[in-house]
């Protein structure tokens, strides 16, 4: 099993970013009002809590919810992307990033794990409704056609289907 120990400072950095990263790049998929976003991201980061709270089928998951539980804020670049589209585009690169690392240093069960993990977390904030006080009836993503097409691209990203190296698909 992976832990912490079994990666440098950086690469631990972008691996705690993972759960926030994905999230991002599927929230910025649509647009939303900035509370919306807000909301959004909150939900992800209950999501990440939850895991570190009832633990998880890998350590590797278990150590970067309990990171971030515990303050372990992820990296921002201080030269960070200025417009949406740009910041999703970037998400996703970073997301590739931790997928190509992934393939290389960890074990196929645990990168698989983390990856379903990570898909879960975007789905969970993807569902979050736009404006508060709206029924507890949330449409589902796939009726979300940007949102759905988000959650497969990333999907495709993490698991890097065809060859480790492969440039991201375009978002």
């Known amino acids: 099993m992976t832990t912490q120990t ?3 400072a950086d690469e631990w950095d972008l691996i705690v970013q993972a759960p926030t990263l994905a999230s991002l790049f599927v929230i910025l998929a649509q647009q939303y009002r900035p509370t919306a976003v807000a909301r959004k991201m909150f939900a992800a980061l ?3 809590i939850e ?3 009832n633990g998880s089928s890998t350590e590797l998951i278990q150590a970067v919810a309990v990171a971030i539980r515990a303050g372990q804020a992820p990296w921002w670049p201080t ?3 200025s417009d949406l589209v740009a910041v999703h585009a970037w998400a996703l690169e970073r997301c590739h990033q931790v997928a190509l690392l992934l393939a290389q240093t960890t074990p196929e069960t645990e990168t698989a794990a983390f990856t379903r993990w990570l898909i879960a977390i975007g789905e969970r904030a993807a ?3 736009d404006l508060p006080g709206l029924p507890d009836q949330v449409p589902a993503a796939e009726a979300l056609p940007p949102v759905r097409r988000a ?3 990333l999907a495709a990203v993490l698991t890097l289907p065809d060859s480790v190296g492969a440039d991201p698909p375009d978002a």
């Open 127 to 129: 569902l979050v409704p």
């Open 6 to 8: 079994d990666y440098t």
């Open 151 to 153: 959650l497969d691209t």
């Open 51 to 53: 895991t570190a709270q």
């Open 46 to 48: 209950a999501a990440i």
């Open 79 to 81: 030269a960070s992307p």
